[in-house]
């Protein structure tokens, strides 16, 4: 995937990714009639910016508590050294664990937060006994319950 580095977006691209970020599944059709572009120039436009790496990717969004995983919780993860390979290899495991959402690498105490949704207490411990403290480069962890989440904004304005 490429990257952006302070990529200049004009107003059709800040156009085309509000309207994205408003419905993600409208047809490229409505799209550029909704913006007054040609069906052709707004397919280009959209291909260009994901070949940019402005546009990551497409998702949807499951509700974890439908699916059977009704507990979210925060996991703090502290490490006892940073060496590059060693905090690239966790930063890899935590990622890959069942039932981890995402995964931040965070500057401050704690080293990581790991995002995860569960079907319980009991899987949650197990998470941090079986996939997390189980790596000698792993200090400590802390672990907080979301309660609730909520989007923010985002990056455009809606």
Do not use: W
Not at 38 to 50: F, G, K, M, N, Q
Not at 116 to 135: Q, S
């Amino acid at each position: 995937m490429a990257r952006t580095q302070g990529a200049a977006l004009d107003e059709v691209d800040l156009a085309l990714l509000a309207a994205l970020l408003d419905d993600a599944e409208i047809t490229n059709k409505a799209l550029a009639h909704r913006l007054g572009l040609a069906e052709s120039t707004c397919a280009h436009r959209i291909r260009a910016l994901r070949e940019r790496g402005v546009i990551r990717d497409t998702r949807i969004r499951v509700d974890e508590a439908a699916l059977g995983y009704p507990l979210q919780a925060i996991i703090k993860v502290r490490l006892a050294n940073h060496t590059g390979p060693k905090v690239t290899a966790l930063f890899d495991a935590l990622a890959s664990i069942p039932r981890v959402l995402q995964v931040f690498h965070v500057a401050g105490v704690d080293d990581f937060l790991v995002h995860v949704a569960v079907e319980d207490a009991t899987a949650l411990r197990d998470i941090v006994l079986e996939h997390i403290t189980i790596h000698p480069v792993v200090r400590g962890t802390e672990t907080q319950l979301v309660f609730e989440l909520r989007d923010g904004s985002g990056m455009l304005p809606r």
